[in-house]
């Protein structure tokens, strides 16, 4: 049967209450769910690279040579901008 995909048809079936299940709330659970087990993977990522740089044995850049370097790459990349 077109537009009756396999979602759908899930999607479709009776709830608990024995009415049928609203796509869109489904939807929204869904999207809820992935939101959040996406910003548990992204935490866990981020404190793992941010605990990786501090355990990180190079020495350290003084923040004036990064300062000076930086400012030199956004000075061309406002002077392209402006072209």
Do not use: C, Y
Not at 5 to 22: E, F, H, I
């Amino acid at each position: 049967m077109p537009g009756h995909t396999v979602q759908n048809r899930l999607l479709a079936r009776k709830s608990d209450g024995g009415r049928p299940r609203d796509p869109r709330t489904a939807g929204k659970i869904g999207n809820q769910m992935l939101r959040q087990l996406g910003a548990r993977t992204h935490d866990a990522w981020f404190r793992a690279k941010v605990r990786e740089a501090l355990d990180d044995p190079r020495a350290g850049i003084p923040h004036e040579q990064v300062e000076a370097h930086f400012g030199k790459r956004r000075a061309v990349a406002i002077r392209k901008e402006q072209r």
